[in-house]
């Protein structure tokens, strides 16, 4: 542990954070290291030196050579991948493109990320579809007791599931894979929200098999915000229309993909963030970032059991990485979840998540290369001297 620790703290002279402010919200936005920020101004500074060529020449080849760097790393053909700003935009991308009919069925979990159930809602109800939040019991027991939870919401209806790979508010991993393999008998697509699983766990998306996966880089691959991508399958590409339509439709100058041309081409717009990839990478590659990550797991998990006992709460899951990473979420005993996070900010000068899910409020705590167990001290010791206000 104690060789760990001083990995974690040779590490935190890499990020631009304010040493002012106590970060435990690595999950929610990220945040560059040195490197990569310098090389996002370098392709943001040769942008406005000549944008024309940037724009049409360099910037396309660029974003092949990124392309390719996190196929590799995800384990997908390039080819098979569309850079997008963030999930949300890859959902609406497929949401929109399914062509739901009356009665059709959107099988997901009660725990989902509000921006993604807004959405499926939107769609469906523009379609006369039905979004099926199946629920899910806490505290998650096995993987094969979420699995036969889920899937008792199937129906004849079900045209697509969609669940996330690691949660949002209640930070879980789910058992993606197994899910994946049963929708496949059952004939169903899928699609696998993985915002916060990129640079958290490896990802091999061709084992995986889902239809459709989108992945956040701007989370736990560090790259610059506005960075994320979208996975599909090469038989089910066809489904998905542009969201934005625009110069890749009925292209001049064609590529050999539709589905790269309709997503990735669209006018004028500032893709430097998504040339960073291979700069993250070789950040992550040089100081070793498997052993950053177990580093960070294990912090998290050290300390977890105290932070449920101050809370008065249980844990979610078994304690362990197959359902806990760099993520934990603690019930909180309270319906204001601004006010508790707004003082945690300003008197504390704490920046940590306090969600509302539902009708339930969790605190989630992100433990990064910068973080330390000085980091989660100073938050026990906050939520100990305000946990009477809860």
Known sequence: MRNNLAMLQALRQQFLLRSDITYLNFGSFGACPRPVFEQYQRFQLELEQEPVQFIVETGPQYLNTSRKALASYVNADS????????????????AKSLALQPGDEILTTSLEYGACDRTWEFYCGKSGAHYVKQPIQLPLVSHEEFVDQFFKGVTSKTKLVFLSHITSSTALRFPVELVVKEAQKRGLLTFVDGAHAPGQLPLDLKTLGADFYTGACHKWMMTPKGSSFLYAKRER?????PLVVSWGYKSDHPSHSAFLDYHQTQGTRDFSAFLCIPAALEFMQKFNWDQVSVACRALVLENAPRFYDLLGASPLAPLNDQFILQLCSFKLPTHDAERIKSILFKQYHIEVPVMRHGSDVYLRYSIQAFNSQEDLDKLYEALKAIKHQF
């Open 237 to 241: 590409q066809a489904l998905l229309d």
């Open 79 to 94: 080819d098979d991948l569309v850079y997008v700003v963030n999930p949300s935009h890859a959902v609406n991308i497929v």
